[in-house]
C-alpha cells in the first residue's frame, strides 16, 4: 500500500504565505510525477502544479508566479510554497502521486485526503 499524507494548512490573510508538505509513505519502489490539486467548494477539483521525476515544474495560470512546487526524492516529499495568497485561492488541496511499488508493477497514481486551506481577512 502507499499512503499520502499532507500537512500545512491553515486560515491566512490575503496576501499571506503557507508552504503545504505531503509525504508518502509505505511499499514504494520510485514516484514519478507529483502534484497539487485543489477543490472550491462548487467548483471542479483542478491541477494547481506537477513536477516531473526529474523536477521540472508546471503550474496553472492562475497560481503561476505566486506558488512554487518542489521535491525531495529521498524524503519522497512534495511542497508547495504559496505566496500573495488570495481569497480566490481557498479550497481543499489535495497531493497526487504516480507511483511504481515494485520494479515490476505498473504506475498507479494515489491522493492524499486533503488539507484545507483558507484565505479571509
Known amino acids: 500500500q502507499v499512503q499520502l499524507v499532507e500537512s500545512g494548512g491553515g486560515l491566512v490573510q490575503p496576501g499571506g504565505s503557507l508552504r503545504l508538505s505531503c509525504a508518502a509513505s509505505g511499499t514504494i519502489f520510485s514516484i514519478n510525477t507529483m502534484a497539487w490539486h485543489r477543490q472550491a ?40 510554497q504559496m505566496n500573495a495568497l488570495d481569497t480566490e485561492d481557498t479550497a481543499v488541496y489535495y497531493c497526487n502521486d504516480v507511483v511504481k511499488k515494485t520494479r515490476w508493477d505498473y504506475w498507479g497514481s494515489y491522493w492524499g485526503q486533503g488539507t484545507q486551506v483558507t484565505v479571509s481577512s
Open 41 to 80: 467548494p462548487g467548483k471542479e477539483r483542478e491541477l494547481v502544479a506537477r513536477i516531473s521525476q526529474e523536477g521540472t515544474p508546471n503550474y496553472a495560470a492562475s497560481v503561476k508566479g505566486r506558488f512554487t512546487i518542489s521535491r525531495d526524492n529521498a524524503k519522497n516529499t512534495v511542497y508547495l
